[in-house]
Nanobody, 128 residues
Framework: APQLQESGGGSVQTGGDLRLSCSCS????????MGWFRQYPGHEREGVAA??????????ADSVKDRFTISQVTAENTMYLYLEIKDLKPEDTAMYYC???????????????????WGQGTQVNVSN
């Protein structure tokens, strides 16, 4: 089964930028949706952005599309997923998870129930 590992989280001041990374190995199908989700304490995971691994059109949550950019590359049997976050705000403080699911869909659906494989998460803390 695919194994995902996030990195790049940390403590950042309001207005700063951050780049989250995710690597995915052990996958067997040729096309996946890969996505980023975030979770606040005591809340369900919410979709941030997702993208097909064949260079398809990304999908963003309305609340982040002006500041977040998702990108994906595949190299040496590993899929890499990135999330660039600009102008960080305190409300961006959350645990960020990388997820993947094999798919034939043209566009990724940004719902956690649509994803089968998850990383352990990376914490982002934004302070004033």
């Amino acid at each position: 089964a695919p194994q995902l590992q996030e990195s790049g989280g940390g403590s950042v001041q309001t207005g700063g930028d951050l780049r989250l990374s995710c690597s995915c190995s052990g996958y067997t199908y040729s096309r996946y949706c890969m996505g980023w989700f975030r979770q606040y304490p005591g809340h369900e995971r919410e979709g941030v952005a997702a993208i097909p691994t064949d260079g398809g059109v990304p999908t963003y949550a309305d609340s982040v599309k002006d500041r977040f950019t998702i990108s994906q590359v595949t190299a040496e049997n590993t899929m890499y997923l990135y999330l660039e976050i600009k102008d960080l705000k305190p409300e961006d403080t959350a645990m960020y998870y990388c997820a993947a699911i094999s798919t034939f869909r043209e566009r990724c659906v940004l719902e956690s129930t649509n994803f089968s494989y998850w990383g352990q998460g990376t914490q982002v803390n934004v302070s004033n």
